[in-house]
């Protein structure tokens, strides 16, 4: 690698503190959303909330999290070959499936078995998420950035099923190619730093923590009080 490209890559490292630092510089770019009663801010689990809750802070909309469990192909977790969410919602690349030579019954497991963990997820939330219908509002769906866009493609195709009227991926880092996948099933994509450079959403963040479950109820109660 040339030293020029080397130092162009050292430029990008640590773009952002942490994940609020992250959400609050993504906000800026998303104030046409401010204070409207028909947007909601849907932050991926886990390391999409933080960022997701400083987007609700600044816009004064209310926070929510998006509940989605991908379905990942056998031996190839980050090929999507569907997803499912709350309410029955099950969303199936039929195509994909059957190049993928699996049978109904083998997808009807991987079903039951990542509905069974949705469930467990909806409980560990459901008494400090917001009472919000998606049919007919404007969703802004958030991550801490996008590798594959794998598990935002599923949470845009959810969206969609739930009758979300428009859908706004917002990230702060994203590569090229995720872009333009999601740029297919999404009304809009924000993302701060778009680079082929991209050895992991990590490398841009000096604080990388997990996030915990803990800290994801925290900011929903908290977003709820402030909207």
Known sequence: MAVEQVFQHLKWMFMFYDRRDAGRRLAKRLQEYARREDVVVAGLLRGGIPVAFEIAQKQHVPLDVLLVRKLGAPNQPELAMGAVAPGGTRILDHSLIRKLGLSEQQVDEMISAEEEKLHRGEQLYADVRPQITVRDKTLI???????????????????????????????????????????????????????????????????????????????????????
């Open 141 to 227: 769906a958030v991550d801490d950035g996008i590798a594959t866009g794998a598990s935002m493609m599923a949470g845009v195709s959810v969206l969609r099923a739930q009758g979300a009227k428009k859908v706004v991926v917002a990230v702060p880092v994203a590569p090229p190619h995720a872009v333009r996948e999601l740029s297919k099933v999404a009304d809009e994509v924000v993302s701060l730093k778009i680079t082929d450079y991209f050895p992991a959403v990590g490398f841009f963040y000096r604080d990388f923590q997990q996030t915990t479950d803990e800290e994801v109820r925290d900011l929903l109660r908290r977003a709820s009080q402030h909207i």
